[in-house]
């Protein structure tokens, strides 16, 4: 279950550095996932920080022979090169920059004018332009990307109507389950979402259960991981952790807060203004599996070995550790270095010639 490719691990580290983009090639099949982009600089950024994307191809706004505008096709191969490059006019194709040790919180600073991100609305104001929108955004800790609609969209009562929008700015697992003989661990780098903050203790009730008002449910490997999740959605006003099966309730109710003691689950408040307790981040979770999202593995002696190797690799948030008596003897000692995307990335984009959109610019102080 670890090897599904070996091979993307082994040429993941030995790649070259290759930031140039290739016009009117296409890289045809592949395929590991379809995301939308607003252009291609963003589209290499995913394929980036995705864990399996070693390169891919794009289709622009201006894409004519069918309608998959702003279409980011990520890939990858077991020999770490596309298997075939095909003359295509109209595409961009290029690399993954893992290995040019890129920058985990990328700048995005163009305006998309034309341009819709459809979904993931948190919540809504009338600016006066598009460059106030992005400034709302920017100041908005929870906002990761904007529309703005403007003095010609219909019907006319959402004029100049900005939409501030979310995705995950830290770490989300893939899969968290029990498995013996193994360890699995965070990056010290994921605890810093609230850094600069003042300090404070972060509030949890053990042994807790607040019903009800869900408004999502992730996997979690700890209540301090769930309060982090918590602290980084802004609709989420508490959340309750289950210990059982690593789920993270995130809910929203911000009239009355309803606890109910119950054994093994613990719930809390987000952390919105300061940087709570991150021992979080150090512990060594035992018989703990984070499964899927590798980047590549490395052998070391033992499980603090491998959360060094994760800290020190930029690309690096989480890891697994296969213990040196793991069932199967091939796996044993291997360290698995994991990531997910973070960056602001929208769920669709469309055109709308009525719209602007963007991204928010705290990354790029």
């Given at each position: 279950m670890y090897c599904v490719s070996i091979c993307l691990f082994l040429f993941s580290i030995f790649l070259e550095c290759r930031e140039q983009l290739v016009q009117d090639i296409d890289f045809p099949g592949s395929d590991i996932l379809l995301v939308f982009?607003?252009?291609?600089?963003?589209?290499?950024?995913?394929?980036t920080q995705h864990p399996a994307c070693l390169f891919f191809t794009y289709l622009p706004a201006d894409w004519t022979r069918d309608d998959r505008n702003f279409y980011c096709y990520l890939k990858s191969s077991s020999s770490g090169q596309p298997d075939v490059q095909n003359p295509l006019q109209g595409v961009t194709s290029g690399f993954s920059l893992k290995p040019c040790n890129p920058d985990p919180k990328p700048c995005l600073p163009q305006l998309y004018y034309g341009v819709d991100f459809p979904g993931a609305d948190i919540i809504s104001l009338f600016t006066e332009d598009a460059e106030e929108c992005r400034r709302a955004c920017t100041q908005d800790p929870a906002c990761q990307f904007f529309t703005f609609l403007n003095e010609d969209f219909t019907p006319v009562v959402y004029r100049y109507k900005c939409l501030l929008k979310f995705s995950w700015p830290v770490a989300?697992?893939?899969?968290?389950?029990?498995?013996?003989?193994?360890?699995?661990?965070?990056?010290?780098?994921?605890?810093?979402?609230?850094?600069?903050?003042?300090?404070?203790?972060?509030?949890?009730?053990?042994?807790?259960?607040?019903?009800?008002?869900?408004?999502l449910v992730l996997p979690a490997a700890s209540p301090g991981h769930c309060q982090n999740l918590c602290s980084a959605h802004s609709l989420c006003t508490f959340f309750t952790f289950v210990s059982d099966d690593f789920n993270c309730?995130?809910?929203?109710?911000?009239?009355?807060?309803?606890?109910?003691?119950?054994?093994?689950?613990?719930?809390?408040?987000?952390?919105?203004?300061?940087?709570?307790?991150?021992?979080w981040v150090n512990a060594a979770l035992e018989g703990v599996n984070f499964q899927g999202n590798d980047i590549r593995f490395e052998l070391t002696d033992d499980a603090a070995s491998c959360q060094r190797t994760c800290n020190e690799d930029p690309n690096c948030q989480f890891y697994n550790y296969l213990k040196a008596d793991f069932p199967d003897s091939v796996f044993r000692r291997r360290c698995y270095l994991k990531r997910s995307i973070t960056m602001p990335a929208p769920p669709r984009v469309a055109k709308l010639a009525t719209a602007v959109s963007g991204f928010q610019l705290r990354n790029c102080v």
């Open positions: 982009s607003p252009d291609v600089n963003h589209c290499q950024q995913l394929c989300t697992l893939p899969i968290v389950e029990r498995t013996a003989d193994l360890v699995s661990g965070f990056s010290n780098k994921v605890g810093t979402f609230q850094e600069g903050k003042p300090a404070c203790q972060g509030k949890l009730f053990p042994n807790t259960d607040i019903p009800g008002n869900d408004i309730y995130l809910k929203g109710n911000s009239i009355e807060l309803v606890r109910k003691a119950r054994d093994g689950l613990t719930s809390g408040l987000p952390a919105r203004f300061c940087w709570p307790d991150n021992s």
